[in-house]
């Protein structure tokens, strides 16, 4: 059981940079799978960047490749996504989900609130 908190969302221009938290309570976080996924108006719910539980094993979306990077720290209880060079494209809510890996089984069992990302030409 785990919660998730997302922050570091906001305004921003085309070009700049913003860090996104997700922030988790509960009991152990290393046993979790973290994922990053957004959803714009209009649009179905994107996956954008997932970590392991080794920070060493990431993936993430042809659409942000090279720009993106998904980290985690432990003992902070806490996954990051760096985003650089934003595009007006990425403006979307974006929302981190953890996944139980424990349990064997694939998906991810819990979601934040989101956090909303804009990105101004």
């Known amino acids: 059981q785990v919660q998730l908190v997302e922050s570091g969302g906001g305004l921003v221009q085309a070009g700049g940079s913003l860090r996104l938290s997700c922030a988790a309570s509960g009991r152990t976080f290393s046993n979790y799978v973290v994922g990053w996924f957004r959803q714009a108006p209009g649009k179905e719910r994107e996956f954008v960047a997932r970590?392991?539980?080794?920070?060493?094993?990431?993936y993430y979306a042809d659409s942000v490749k090279g720009r993106f990077t998904i980290s985690r720290d432990n003992v902070k209880s806490t996954v990051y996504l760096q985003m650089n060079s934003l595009k007006p494209e990425d403006t979307a809510v974006y929302y981190c989900a953890a996944d139980y890996i424990v349990d064997g089984l694939s998906g991810y069992d819990y979601w934040g609130q989101g956090t909303q990302v804009t990105v101004s030409s």
């Open positions: 970590i392991g539980r080794s920070a060493g094993n990431t």
